[in-house]
């Protein structure tokens, strides 16, 4: 019997051995690396020079660009997170039904989730191109003069926010319209034979039903926006005058630019901090709220 349970437990971790690997290597190996080189100061190799303690998350926490960092990064949070979910919800609430061609604006709606970041930073760069580009032709229409959408420091963050409430609309329009699927059909027919309107429906009955859906997109997108990257390096760089500047992105230019793998590492577990508060908060401010069927 024992040996039979010793086998069954080799068989087990036997199947569980890639994934302890791969976690070993990509995960928890590199966070601990962090923790030790964020202790440090290296040379550009990334050689250890001198051990510092705490010193690295002292000179980061009284620097002032360290807050105006942190500042863009939290404001473009607010720019991007309320308005791709809102948008998105209404774009999944009006496609929510048995017309004909919908399918159509369901395809188009969700395309931005297969287009890469890489290439969607691209189309929007060719799209607010100052001279040639759709925007300010658009914008000529009705007499608008052209806007600097990338190199005037109060628009930069907003054409940012712009593409990313783009880019993230396909895997939310996805998520809440499988969430609204989910919403049974008596439902909507009781409500219609109670003399409830669409807009009073959905408000008063869908919305509450559909908040575990919402909840699961407010956290992801809230980390996703955290960790924003690729549509800054390739648009604006974190200009104009550090604009755009997010924390992601200054711990990119601190390590692997200026080659400062300790300030880098530094300030990449204080994100990890940051991102970790804020998701246990949500979780227990926000989730009393949530309906769970």
Avoid: C
Avoid at 26 to 48: A, E
Avoid at 195 to 202: A, D, V
Avoid at 256 to 281: D, E, H, K, M, Y
């Amino acid at each position: 019997m024992r040996k039979r349970l010793w086998g069954e437990h080799a068989l087990a971790y036997g199947f569980l051995a890639p994934s302890i690997i791969l976690f070993m290597m990509f995960l928890f190996y590199p966070m601990l690396k962090s923790v030790y080189l964020s202790m440090t100061i290296t040379d550009p190799r990334g050689q250890v020079v001198e051990f510092v303690w705490l010193e690295n998350f002292i000179r980061l926490l009284s620097s002032g660009s360290f807050y105006k960092n942190l500042g863009v990064t939290l404001m473009f949070i607010l720019f991007t997170v309320p308005t791709s979910l809102i948008w998105s919800l209404f774009l999944a609430a009006i496609t929510h039904n048995k017309l004909r061609g919908m399918k159509v604006f369901q395809f188009v709606f969700s395309l931005p989730i297969v287009i890469s970041v890489g290439t969607g930073s691209i189309i929007w760069f060719l799209l607010f191109h100052p001279t040639a580009g759709m925007l300010n032709y658009f914008l000529s229409f009705v007499h608008l003069g052209p806007i600097p959408w990338l190199t005037d420091p109060s628009w930069a963050l907003i054409s940012i926010s712009i593409m990313t409430i783009w880019m993230n609309m396909g895997f939310l329009f996805i998520v809440l319209s499988s969430g609204l699927q989910g919403v049974p059909e008596e439902i909507y027919e009781s409500a219609k034979m109670d003399g409830s309107g669409p807009i009073r429906t959905f408000i008063q009955i869908v919305l509450p039903l559909l908040s575990p859906t919402i909840f699961f997109a407010l956290i992801v997108s809230v980390i996703g926006a955290f960790q924003a990257f690729g549509q800054i390096h390739i648009l604006t760089k974190g200009g104009p005058i550090n604009s755009t500047n997010v924390m992601v992105y200054s711990i990119y230019q601190d390590a692997f630019v200026n080659f400062r793998f300790g300030i880098g590492s530094a300030q990449a577990l204080i994100l990890f901090a940051i991102i970790l508060l804020l998701t246990l908060l949500q979780f227990k401010v926000l989730e009393k709220k949530v309906h769970y069927q």
